[in-house]
């Protein structure tokens, strides 16, 4: 396949980079957006997983021609922003894309407590500041929303607001030098200290973190020069401060060890058994918060044995500003301005030194985008300081016209039990539900000159902008890649049933025809001998959308054909086009699921392409 020259010669290409790419719904949507001048140049992509890295090879190297760099790598790993410098070279990326795995956030299931990925955002926000792309997009579950009683949002958004721009801080420590007057020497140089550890480049935080506790250590010594030699040596408030300043200075140790007992629960999948609270327990011990709380309540016990109270109330001070983003120190600083009539000023300097604004989290529902399916997500869109805001990404659709799940699959409904076809067929619409099938344009709105949303599935969303002289092929694995005589090349690919043993088969059909998987339909079902472990099934309603699409196959069943989908029919339901390949084993089981990604992972787990175009368009049409 080839760039059609028509398209490239009137447009400027934006850059983009898609990190925690898994199968490529980002990268597809950005793909397919598009306006009369710009439009989106895929550079590079990352994630952990082999088989995401094979689906995008074939789908966007081999099929679509592009020069595409992958990254296969955790991005926690601390050589992995080294592989990042080198791939990216001096290429300027303009925007960022990234769903960090969301399995913890997730409002589905049970939610582990101090799981590896809540710290993936650090990662990514790691790449922002040494990218400083004009945008940025993370995406994620709802449930990331309440986590932790909406604390994890929050520590989000004040990590984005706390990207700053280097090269106008020394603006901000003139301001604080010269303009607070009513500031303290002491509380001058925690201010300027703790902008040195935030703003400094990654090798030489330790070094300023040295320097900020020294000034700690030195006043909690003046605190004690003022107390009997014997008291200070063996009241339990004081060592407790005296071992917590240490304990905080140590923070790269902790670090370390917190990193290192959080992955080990993940190894060895610790999750709701007698060894969970005693792992969640120590890592909640050294942590910043548990030894920062210790602290200050002994540094106030200190009070009642010391005539300089008010300096353990400033040493007090500067261990809770330590702990604080960049965005909470600088409320924290303008409380200061606000006293002494100097905010406003304060307030045009941190503008500039900020690099990014946010609105707040914006929830989308894929249904709003021309996708059959009710999946609900979460955005932060960050906006570098000379870009304009994105608070909202508009519906391009109405309520009332949201492609049904008949429309996406209507025309796939010609498979059986034990089945793989890979030649399409003609049948006709059931007459029931022919009302409707509706012509639309390539993002799902009705239009007169459109076509039916199965068509621009079989056809694809790309043509405007690719020549399509390759056909869509399928490999097993990176080895059959290499070897074009194990290209496996059909009309129609990933469209598979298993096979079935009839008692499942009539529990299914029972299913279905109740209607739903609830408390009568369990009644019934084992009325008939039919009963299931299983904790929920999901009956498609052809008329409407889809519930959010998973990785498990059978927690759906086919309106009419009482079976689970197959790999095609949830990428349909995901707006995945049907040129789009989902590569390597179809599916897999226990153990293998905590590594292996198979193409029911790969669907389950992407944003929709026609989602993620939406935000792709919004982008382009504010990017300057």
Same mark, same amino acid.
């Given at each position: 396949?080839?760039? @059609? ?27 397919? &957006? ?26 966007? !190297? ?27 070279? !001096? ?7 990234? +769903? ?13 407590? =101090? ?18 792309? %004009?945008?940025? #997009?993370?995406?994620?579950?709802? +449930? ?50 703790? *902008? ?7 090798? %030489? $935080?330790?070094?300023?973190?040295? #320097?900020y506790f020294s000034m700690l250590q030195e006043r909690f010594k003046e605190i004690t020069r003022g107390i009997d030699y014997k008291i200070s040596k063996s009241n339990q408030s004081v060592n407790t401060a005296r071992h917590g300043l240490a304990l905080m200075r140590q923070s790269k140790m902790r670090e370390q060890i917190k990193a290192q007992t959080i992955q080990l629960k993940t190894k060895t999948d610790l999750d709701n058994d007698t060894y969970v609270d005693g792992m969640n327990d ?11 709380? %210790? ?45 002494? +009539? ?12 900020? *690099? ?17 399916q009710n999946r609900e997500r979460v955005v932060f869109i960050g906006c570098r300081n000379d870009q304009s805001l994105i608070s909202s990404i508009p519906a391009t659709v109405t309520p009332e016209n949201k492609v049904t799940v008949y429309e996406a699959l209507w025309d796939l409904d010609f498979i059986g039990n034990g089945e793989e076809i890979t030649q399409y067929k003609k049948i006709k619409p059931k007459a029931c539900y022919a009302g409707l099938l509706q012509s639309r344009s390539c ?11 199965? #068509? ?5 969303? *790309?043509?405007?902008?690719?020549? =399509?002289? %390759? ?6 694995? $990176? ?6 005589? *194990? ?9 598979? /049933? ?16 109740? +209607? ?6 369990? @009644? ?11 904790? !929920? ?33 949830? &990428?349909?339901?995901?707006? =995945? ?8 084993? @179809?599916? /897999? ?16 787990? &992407? ?18």
């Amino acid at each position: 396949m080839s760039q @059609r020259p028509d398209f490239l010669a009137q447009r400027t290409p934006i850059t983009f980079v898609d990190l925690f790419a898994g199968a490529g719904g980002i990268s597809e949507g950005f793909l397919q &957006a598009y306006t009369d001048k710009k439009y989106f140049d895929f550079i590079l992509a990352s994630d952990i997983n082999e088989n995401c890295e094979l689906t995008h090879e074939v789908r966007y !190297n081999e099929q679509l021609g592009l020069d595409l760099k992958f990254i296969c790598q955790d991005i926690m790993e601390d050589s992995f922003l080294e592989n990042l410098k080198k791939q990216i070279g !001096n290429t300027v990326v303009d925007v960022v894309t990234g +769903g960090p795995s969301c399995q913890s956030f997730s409002l589905s299931g049970r939610r582990r407590k =101090f799981d590896k990925r809540d710290d993936l955002f650090h990662h990514y926000l790691k790449v922002i500041k040494y990218l400083r792309p %004009k945008y940025f #997009v993370m995406e994620n579950v709802k +449930g990331i929303l309440t986590k932790d009683g909406g604390r994890i949002k929050e520590r989000i958004l004040n990590e984005i607001r706390s990207i700053v721009d280097v090269n106008k801080v020394p603006v901000l420590y003139s301001f604080i030098q010269t303009e607070l007057n009513e500031l303290t020497p002491f509380q001058r140089s925690i201010y300027l200290a703790k *902008l040195d550890i935030e703003t400094s480049a990654h090798e %030489k $935080k330790e070094t300023y973190r040295d #320097v900020y506790f020294s000034m700690l250590q030195e006043r909690f010594k003046e605190i004690t020069r003022g107390i009997d030699y014997k008291i200070s040596k063996s009241n339990q408030s004081v060592n407790t401060a005296r071992h917590g300043l240490a304990l905080m200075r140590q923070s790269k140790m902790r670090e370390q060890i917190k990193a290192q007992t959080i992955q080990l629960k993940t190894k060895t999948d610790l999750d709701n058994d007698t060894y969970v609270d005693g792992m969640n327990d120590f890592i909640d011990f050294i942590s910043d918060a548990s030894i920062l709380e %210790k602290t200050i309540n002994a540094l106030e016990h200190m009070k009642s044995i010391t005539e300089t109270p008010e300096l353990i109330s400033l040493l007090q001070w500067a261990l809770g500003l330590y702990v604080k983003s960049i965005d909470e120190c600088f409320d924290d600083l303008a409380s200061h301005a606000q006293l002494e +009539g100097k905010f406003p000023q304060l307030t045009a300097i941190l503008n500039k030194v900020r *690099l990014y604004n946010i609105a707040r989290p914006i929830v989308l529902n894929s249904s709003d985008y021309g996708v059959p399916q009710n999946r609900e997500r979460v955005v932060f869109i960050g906006c570098r300081n000379d870009q304009s805001l994105i608070s909202s990404i508009p519906a391009t659709v109405t309520p009332e016209n949201k492609v049904t799940v008949y429309e996406a699959l209507w025309d796939l409904d010609f498979i059986g039990n034990g089945e793989e076809i890979t030649q399409y067929k003609k049948i006709k619409p059931k007459a029931c539900y022919a009302g409707l099938l509706q012509s639309r344009s390539c993002d799902s709105q009705p239009t007169n000159e459109g076509k039916l949303y199965s #068509v621009w599935q079989k056809e694809g969303r *790309l043509g405007h902008r690719f020549i =399509f002289d %390759k056909a869509p092929f399928y490999v097993r694995d $990176k080895e059959a890649l290499a070897s074009p005589l *194990l290209h496996r090349y059909e009309a129609l690919l990933n469209h598979q /049933t298993s096979t079935q043993k009839e008692a499942v088969r009539q529990r299914l059909e029972l299913i279905a025809k109740c +209607g739903d998987y609830n408390e009568n339909t369990k @009644r019934v079902l084992k009325e008939h001998g039919l009963d299931s472990d299983k904790r !929920n099934y999901n009956v498609l309603n052809p008329e409407g959308q889809s519930p959010t699409v998973m990785t498990m196959p059978d927690d759906f069943i086919h309106y009419s054909a009482y079976r689970a989908l197959t790999v095609r029919e949830m &990428a349909r339901l995901q707006s =995945f086009d049907d040129t789009f390949v989902f590569q390597g084993k @179809r599916s /897999t089981g226990g153990d293998k699921r905590k590594v292996e990604i198979p193409q029911y992972t790969l669907v389950g787990n &992407a944003v929709p392409p026609l989602m993620a175009r939406a935000i792709a368009q919004s982008i382009l049409e504010k990017i300057n």
